[in-house]
T-cell receptor, first 115, second 117 residues
Framework: GAVVSQHPSRVICKSGTSVKIECRSLDFQATTMFWYRQFPKQSLMLMATSNEGSKATYEQGVEKDKFLINHASLTLSTLTVTSAHPEDSSFYIC???????????FGSGTRLTVV | AQTVTQSQPEMSVQEAETVTLSCTYDTSESDYYLFWYKQPPSRQMILVIRQEAYKQQNATENRFSVNFQKAAKSFSLKISDSQLGDAAMYFCAYRSAGETSGSRLTFGEGTQLTVNP
């Protein structure tokens, strides 16, 4: 079945630094990947849609200069949290799909803690 | 815009019993897909079951089945013979049938299921 690998699973960084999270589709090509943020006991909040070879589409209220997304190949999308602050601490999840109706496969998530 | 509503923030069930989780949605589209995802404490999102709107037959996957009522825009999940491993947050999700960037998943708020031994 479709597998999406997300790394790192946990990261602690200092305030003001940048952190990169990788999302890879291991056994299929993904022209579109999605990045979510999830707070404890809450639903997933879509941050942006990552499109291979073009600019990402950000949801309203998401700072595109803070959350940089790059989708340089059909199997890799990256989310870089720039100039991280403690309020950026959260659980970030990526997902990718193989086509309409198949649903999406999710990465295992990244717990980001900014100190 | 589509919306998905899960009106039960928490549910509990005794092991081996049956439980039904509710989900309603709002859309003006006629062709779409509905999903139930499970998120255990590991926080890994796992697809439980999917339903294609143009199919009248309710989807089933082993102990999991849905009651899809298209006219009522209702999509409930029934878990039979509940097991301790079923304890998780369950999310109902909607996806348009098109392949455009609009084919994002819209999630409900989630239902936390507890399974009591």
């Amino acid at each position: 079945g479709a597998v999406v690998s997300q790394h790192p699973s946990r990261v602690i960084c200092k305030s003001g630094t940048s952190v990169k999270i990788e999302c890879r589709s291991l056994d299929f090509q993904a022209t579109t990947m999605f990045w979510y943020r999830q707070f404890p006991k809450q639903s997933l909040m879509l941050m942006a849609t990552s499109n291979e070879g073009s600019k990402a589409t950000y949801e309203q209220g998401v700072e595109k200069d803070k959350f940089l997304i790059n989708h340089a190949s059909l199997t890799l999308s990256t989310l870089t949290v720039t100039s991280a602050h403690p309020e950026d601490s959260s659980f970030y999840i990526c997902s990718a799909g193989q086509g309409a109706g198949y649903g999406y496969t999710f990465g295992s998530g990244t717990r980001l803690t900014v100190v | 815009a589509q919306t998905v509503t899960q009106s039960q923030p928490e549910m509990s069930v005794q092991e081996a019993e049956t439980v039904t989780l509710s989900c309603t949605y709002d859309t003006s589209e006629s062709d779409y897909y509905l999903f139930w995802y499970k998120q255990p404490p590991s926080r890994q999102m796992i697809l439980v079951i999917r339903q294609e709107a143009y199919k009248q037959q309710n989807a089933t996957e082993n102990r999991f089945s849905v009651n899809f009522q298209k006219a009522a825009k209702s999509f409930s999940l029934k878990i039979s013979d509940s097991q301790l491993g079923d304890a998780a947050m369950y999310f109902c999700a909607y996806r348009s049938a098109g392949e455009t960037s609009g084919s994002r998943l819209t999630f409900g708020e989630g239902t936390q299921l507890t399974v009591n031994p």
